[in-house]
T-cell receptor, first 114, second 115 residues
Framework: AQSVTQLGSHVSVSEGALVLLRCNYS??????LFWYVQYPNQGLQLLLK??????LVKGINGFEAEFKKSETSFHLTKPSAHMSDAAEYFC????????????FGTGTRLLVSP | NAGVTQTPKFRVLKTGQSMTLLCAQD?????MYWYRQDPGMGLRLIHY???????AKGEVPDGYNVSRLKKQNFLLGLESAAPSQTSVYFC??????????????FGEGSRLTVL
């Protein structure tokens, strides 16, 4: 079954530091992968998506993710964290089981300190 | 440009009461979904619909019912609320057209507390 695993329920960084949020996937077919961000008391917003066109995907707010088939990973990075990046981040994989649905990871809360 | 709108945004129920959450989307999307979000568990799919008049069960359907009488609306009902249904509920929609990548568009959530 297709699934994603997010390592670390909480990640803390200082403002200006590198952000790295980890996501590993399990899929027997080429996956479509997504990163969503959830700000406090809001819904989920798409950050970026991998659809097999290019392995390095750039998203909104300076985030990017690299698809690595050999490592079954799709880690999210940002070179320099900003206070406004504090939020919860979800990795998801598209599952084609009769209809299309997304299966989400358990989420990683990013904390940014001044 | 409203996107996906959920009502109500907050609700407190007593055990055994019933209620309905309404989701409305203005993007003419075929697919609609109801998820629940609980701490440490991510989002879990409750029910979904692939078109007007059709519904199906997701991962955690027990205690919930749904209806999709109009393409733009997807209702989630709790017939007899239980404390285990205390959660944040998210509605999402997706364009079901061929070649679409599967991106979901989410509402802002409905926070339900069952006492």
């Amino acid at each position: 079954a297709q699934s994603v695993t997010q390592l670390g329920s909480h990640v803390s960084v200082s403002e200006g530091a590198l952000v790295l949020l980890r996501c590993n996937y399990s899929s027997s077919v080429p996956p479509y992968l997504f990163w969503y961000v959830q700000y406090p008391n809001q819904g989920l917003q798409l950050l970026l998506k991998y659809t097999s066109a290019a392995t390095l995907v750039k998203g909104i707010n300076g985030f990017e993710a690299e698809f690595k088939k050999s490592e079954t990973s799709f880690h999210l990075t940002k070179p320099s964290a900003h206070m406004s990046d504090a939020a919860e981040y979800f990795c998801a994989v598209r599952v084609n089981t009769g209809f299309q649905k997304l299966v989400f990871g358990t989420g990683t809360r990013l904390l940014v300190s001044p | 440009n409203a996107g996906v709108t959920q009502t109500p945004k907050f609700r407190v129920l007593k055990t055994g009461q019933s209620m309905t959450l309404l989701c409305a989307q203005d993007m003419n999307h075929e697919y609609m979904y109801w998820y629940r979000q609980d701490p440490g568990m991510g989002l879990r799919l409750i029910h979904y619909s692939v078109g007007e008049g059709t519904t199906a069960k997701g991962e955690v359907p027990d205690g919930y019912n749904v209806s999709r009488l109009k393409k733009q609306n997807f209702l989630l009902g709790l017939e007899s609320a239980a404390p285990s249904q205390t959660s944040v509920y998210f509605c999402a929609s997706k364009d079901g057209g061929a070649g679409k990548t599967g991106e979901l568009f989410f509402g802002e959530g409905s926070r339900l507390t069952v006492l």
